[in-house]
């Protein structure tokens, strides 16, 4: 950590220098406890909020920020509030391209804003349970996705809903983190597998787009 950064609260714990994290929930209600606090810190702090999430929860999502006590209209207005649909990220296209995506984060964050002095991203990805070509590539993503986040100081926050993945897919999943939430508290993860070891064994494996997301 930068020593003129600010302390990242999150989770009962203090985020250290690793910054790719999954987040394993039951319930809305359980994210948003967790969650909440996290992004209006961010917000206290004058740092950017970027989230991406179902189209179908979107005004759930802002009106739980708005009820958090987040200027969330205001914030929209000025930039450091943006909030996008899935279609406008992972299923850009009407598919998952990994490739295009990695390509996108990496974009993002290399361009930083002069106007915020860090990003806090959150990504919803149930996404990857969707009919879209491409979506099974989820865990390589995850996996490559370290290669990009360990470059940059940007959180990012990746959820799931536990109770719609299957138990063999969210394993990997939790493999592809160095960092984790579970049961509401932040630790390192002691099942994680450094990216190029991961993606040897995938590759050992044969395709994982045989494999499916869903519970």
């Known amino acids: 950590m930068a020593c003129d950064e600010q302390p990242i ?7 250290g220098s690793e910054r790719h994290i ?3 929930f039951h319930s809305p209600e359980e ?3 967790v969650l909440l606090p996290f992004i209006r810190e961010g917000f206290e702090h004058g740092e950017k909020a970027f989230h991406i999430v179902d189209p179908a929860l979107m005004d759930d999502h802002v009106h739980r ?4 006590g987040i200027d969330t209209e205001g914030a929209s207005q000025t930039g450091q509030l943006v909030v996008k649909r899935w279609q406008e990220a992972y299923l850009r296209d009407g598919h998952f391209d990994q490739d ?5 984060v990496e ?4 361009s930083g804003s002069a106007d915020y002095p860090l990003t806090r991203v959150i990504a919803h990805m149930e996404w990857a349970l969707e009919d879209f070509p491409g979506v099974n590539d989820l865990v390589e993503y995850e996996a490559r996705a370290n290669l990009v986040v360990a470059k940059y100081k940007h959180p990012c926050i990746c959820t799931y809903d536990c109770t719609k993945f299957g138990a063999g897919v969210a ?3 939790l493999r592809t983190h160095p960092m984790v939430i579970l049961g509401g508290v932040l630790q390192k993860n002691p099942f994680f597998v450094p990216p190029a ?4 064994e995938l590759r050992e494996r044969g395709a994982y787009g045989s494999s499916s997301t869903a519970a």
């Open 65 to 68: 920020m708005r009820d958090a």
């Open 9 to 15: 609260h999150f989770a009962n714990s203090t985020l």
């Open 100 to 104: 295009s995506m990695l390509a996108l």
């Open 31 to 33: 994210e948003y406890r």
């Open 22 to 24: 999954c987040a394993f």
């Open 171 to 173: 394993m990997d999943i």
């Open 107 to 110: 974009e993002f964050f290399s």
């Open 197 to 200: 070891e991961f993606l040897a």
